[in-house]
């Protein structure tokens, strides 16, 4: 599922208040059928619900393979090793780059850290924040095209919050309009499209919706 | 020449007392991310704990022990009761620091009023001198540098090889993503303050083992000079405060050899105020336990 909607539309305060960040005062969360309103982080994290922040998403001065290991913190000690391995086989360019401090990743590699710290926990939901901001075009289509697609084939819901709108639809079976911290609109992303009046309800004005081949420095 | 090696000797001494304290006031800081000047506080109190303990008959090796538990205890309850709830009400750092002074005169004028404004030394065996060329070390004092390099292996392991030391780490480093990771931050908190806390009554102890005598007023002193370790290496960089203790320890001594022993301390500081200068962030900012090892 994505989540689109104009800068400050409450699309990143929205997943702080699903993920336990913020207080919130209206509404529920609901994971499955279990109400997880207002419960920490670190129990919704034993729950499996993962979430890749937009920015500070990785730990700095520890290595890759030190934050992989934060990832796996509620795994008994012996299965993290094994989880390691399997997420470095979905993500290989980790292998080599284990013993690098976080902090000497480039902006592609740290998202790709920032994942897979969240994937050795295994989660049920994965909450992705805005996660090719800062990224080169290229780098940021493939994020979307493919690692993200990747983890919706490997049985994760997904719940994605995107500028680049119409990248983040053409990966999402489900999208939701956010607009000054309301849902204008939702459905799938075909029904979304297809409507004439879907631009002027995306923002009032100019959205950056203009047909493309994804990218939001091609959408501009 | 024999003068300044017996000085470096005396500076092993000095630098291992200041790198236990440090590295525990430095760690409280880098992962709660409080400036406690209490510590020297507590650190105070534990030698008196220890005092009461060793007067009372029992091995100054034991009493040691009882120093570091009650230092454990103290500043485990000091950020229970007292900083944790002002930090969940937002207040800020500069805040912080307010509230820890306060608690440190607190802190030291209930011991003023307990223990009095004598000196006072611990019964310990003197255990006759270890001599190394021109290096001339009591027993205790040997075993005081023993207790330091043990200490500081053991946090650099803790640190970095264990997966609590690395969760404090974590936590230092971004305590809300911890959290999301689902470390239990408010506990990880807690054995920081415990393991910190006994280092610091253990420098307490070992610092009142290697002085003719100790009183209630020698707490601010402490303080200084932890800070100045602390700083000089990087805040809130345990591998920092071990090089600032190296500089800080040795430099107190070397130039009380050079200089006169009423100078020692002007020296220090007239460097450490250099390296601010020159490097503000400290000599260690960006590495450390804290940071990746290796």
């Not at chain 1, 989660?123 to 940021?140: F, G, H, Q, Y």
Request: with cysteine.
């Amino acid at each position: 599922m994505a989540v689109i909607g104009p800068n400050g539309a409450g699309k990143s305060t929205l997943l702080k208040s699903v993920i336990g960040i913020l207080r919130v005062t209206s509404g529920h969360v609901l994971l499955g059928t279990d109400d997880v309103t207002n419960h920490p982080p670190e129990e919704l994290a034993r729950r499996g619900v993962g979430y890749v922040p937009q920015v500070q998403d990785i730990f700095e001065p520890l290595t890759v393979l030190e934050n992989l290991e934060m990832g796996g913190y509620l795994l008994p000690p012996a299965r993290v090793r094994t989880r390691i391995d399997e997420v470095t086989q979905v993500f290989p360019a980790l292998t080599s780059m284990l013993k690098r401090r976080a902090d000497k990743l480039s902006g592609g590699e740290r998202k790709m850290l920032a994942i897979a710290r969240v994937l050795v926990l295994d989660p049920r939901v994965l909450i992705l924040d805005e996660p090719t901001a800062n990224l080169s075009p290229k780098l940021a289509d493939n994020l979307l095209q493919e690692q993200v697609r990747r983890l919706a084939e490997m049985g994760k819901a997904v719940l994605l919050v995107e500028q680049r709108a119409r990248a983040a639809m053409q990966v999402a079976s489900w999208t939701s309009v956010l607009v000054s911290g309301t849902t204008r609109l939702e459905g799938s992303p075909g029904e979304l499209l297809g409507r004439p009046d879907f631009e002027e309800l995306f923002l009032g004005a100019g959205t950056g919706l203009k047909p493309s081949s994804g990218s939001e420095e091609e959408e501009r | 020449m024999d003068l300044y090696i017996a000085a470096f000797g005396f500076g092993l001494v000095s630098l291992s007392v200041i790198a236990i304290a440090a590295v525990g006031f430095t760690m409280q800081f880098g992962i709660t991310n409080v400036i406690n000047l209490a510590y020297s506080s507590v650190m105070i109190s534990s030698v008196y704990v220890a005092y009461a303990f060793n007067h009372a008959g029992v091995s100054i090796w034991l009493a040691l022990i009882a120093g570091a538990i009650f230092g454990a205890v103290f500043s485990f309850l000091l950020n229970r009761v007292l900083y944790t709830p002002f930090q969940r009400k937002g207040t800020s750092l500069l805040g912080m620091v307010i509230v820890s002074l306060a608690t440190s005169l607190m802190i030291q004028n209930v011991l003023l009023a307990i223990a009095g404004p004598y000196n006072v030394s611990y019964v310990q065996p003197s255990g006759g001198t270890i001599r190394l060329g021109a290096i001339v070390l009591t027993v205790v004092q040997v075993l005081v540098i023993g207790i330091a390099v043990v200490l500081m292996l053991a946090i650099h392991a803790l640190l970095t090889f264990t997966r609590l030391g690395k969760a404090m780490r974590a936590t230092a480093a971004n305590p809300t993503l911890a959290r999301n990771c689902g470390i239990p931050t408010s506990r990880v908190i807690d054995v920081v303050w415990l393991i910190t806390g006994a280092l610091c009554g253990i420098a307490g102890v070992v610092a009142g083992m290697n002085s003719d005598t100790f009183a209630v007023g020698n707490g601010p002193g402490y303080l200084i000079t932890i800070i100045a370790a602390a700083v000089l290496g990087g805040a809130g960089q345990p591998y920092g405060a071990m090089l600032g203790a190296v500089l800080i320890g040795e430099m107190t001594e070397l130039s009380a050899a050079a200089i006169s022993a009423d100078y020692k301390e002007v020296v220090a500081f007239a460097v450490l105020v250099l390296v601010m200068v020159l490097r503000p962030q400290g000599l260690l900012a960006k590495r450390g336990a804290l940071a990746a090892a290796g």
